[in-house]
């Protein structure tokens, strides 16, 4: 993959900025090179009026819509073994924080 030069020198910059290095700053950014494209090609379109999202929002148009009905997940004990450990490694890692 060939990096933007815009991009190195953001990245570079935000790493010296930041005090971190470069590599790590970089690292990240290509990380998320993939989402800001998506995203930007996402708002051009919706710019260029290329996206349909439908109908504006009147209240005329929520009338027609169906109630909300509750999506209920049957899970068995080999799904909710790592979910209360996840939940636990949570808690412990919340505690530990001052949130005030």
Do not use: Y
Not at 9 to 34: D, E, I, N, P, Q
Not at 50 to 63: H, N, Q, R, W
């Amino acid at each position: 993959m060939t990096v933007p030069p815009s991009l190195a020198r953001r990245s570079w910059l935000r790493g010296w900025a930041t005090g971190g290095t470069t590599s790590t700053s970089v690292c990240r950014s290509f990380k998320s090179l993939g989402t800001l494209r998506m995203n930007e090609f996402f708002l051009a379109s919706l710019a260029k009026g290329k996206a349909d999202l439908g109908p504006p929002k009147t209240s005329s148009t929520t009338t027609d819509l169906p109630a909300p009905t509750e999506l209920v997940f049957a899970t068995d004990a080999q799904v909710q073994g790592p979910i209360k450990d996840a939940e636990a490694r949570f808690d412990t890692l919340v505690r530990a924080h001052d949130l005030h």
